[in-house]
């Protein structure tokens, strides 16, 4: 069984960063994409960031400049750097990873809550 446990998120002031990180643990084989979305209230899950195995990333364009995605490997995590932070950045932040126990599924976060307010 595969578990992803997000952390990271909070409350924190316009202009400021947070880190969120996702790790995965249980019966894994091997790792493809992982990602992150957000959900803010009364919208729809929207796409963030993804990087692939070998490092190549894409983001939105709402966030490109602003987050960075990381990954490490050896650990089974995911990162998202989160700067400049914004009101409408406040959303539930979920991560996914595309994992192999052997065969492939998508596996996804509880959920974090970002508030940027001041």
């Known amino acids: 069984q595969v578990q992803l446990v997000e952390s990271g998120g909070g409350l924190v002031q316009p202009g400021g960063s947070l880190r969120l990180s996702c790790s995965a643990s249980?019966?894994?084989?091997?790792?493809?994409?992982m990602g992150w979305y957000r959900q803010a209230p009364g919208k729809q899950r929207e796409f963030l960031a993804r990087?692939?195995?070998?490092?190549?990333?894409s983001y939105a364009d709402s966030v490109k400049g602003r987050f960075t995605i990381s990954r490490d490997n050896a650990k089974n995590t995911v990162y998202l750097q989160m700067n400049s932070l914004k009101p409408e950045d406040t959303a539930v932040y979920y991560c996914?990873?595309?994992?192999?126990?052997?065969?492939?599924?998508?596996?996804w976060g509880q959920g974090t809550q970002v508030t940027v307010s001041s």
């Open positions: 249980g019966s894994i084989f091997a790792i493809n994409n």
């Open positions: 996914y990873m595309s994992i192999g126990v052997p065969a492939w599924n998508d596996y």
């Open positions: 990087i692939s195995r070998g490092a190549s990333t």
